[in-house]
């Protein structure tokens, strides 16, 4: 049975080593740094979240509010060896009830050619597409939802 919970510092080890594990077919390794500093930042334990299964982490990820009315996806990603096991949907559909709960009525995110047909199944539709934008061979396609109201 998974358990979605709020991170917590102890959990940045494995969050890291989840990323290392997607390197290179969903992350750059030049991203690492950046993930590493967005997961030391205080707000995290408010705005991330982790689902634990077995006693260890197999999928993280955030929620940023841009404005008012805007959500963005942050920093999400599951275990590479649990991929396809649903922990993603999961993890979006609690993602986008915290959306909800802050009062957005859209939710961006930025991801790649790889799980943007993800999204599309989750009800998102793709904004804009930047070929090599997170590095050679893995385009940024910016992604976008509008939530139902209730």
Known sequence: MSTIRAFTAADAPACL???DGNVPRYFGAHERADFAT???????AADYLVIESGGRVVAC??????????????WGMVDHT???QGLGRAL???????ART???????LRTSQHTC????????????????????GLDAVDMQRVLSLG
Do not use: E, K, S
Request: aromatic residues 10%; glycine residues 14%; positive net charge.
């Open 17 to 19: 080593a989840m990323f």
């Open 38 to 44: 967005y997961l030391q930042q205080p707000a995290r």
């Open 61 to 74: 990820g955030g929620l940023a509010m841009d404005d008012a009315l805007t959500a963005a996806f942050c």
């Open 82 to 84: 649990v991929h396809r």
């Open 92 to 98: 979006a559909q609690a993602r986008l009830q915290q």
């Open 102 to 108: 802050c009062g957005a009525r859209r939710v961006v």
């Open 117 to 136: 047909d993800f999204y599309i199944g989750l009800g998102f539709g793709i904004t804009r597409v930047v070929t090599d934008g997170h590095g050679p």
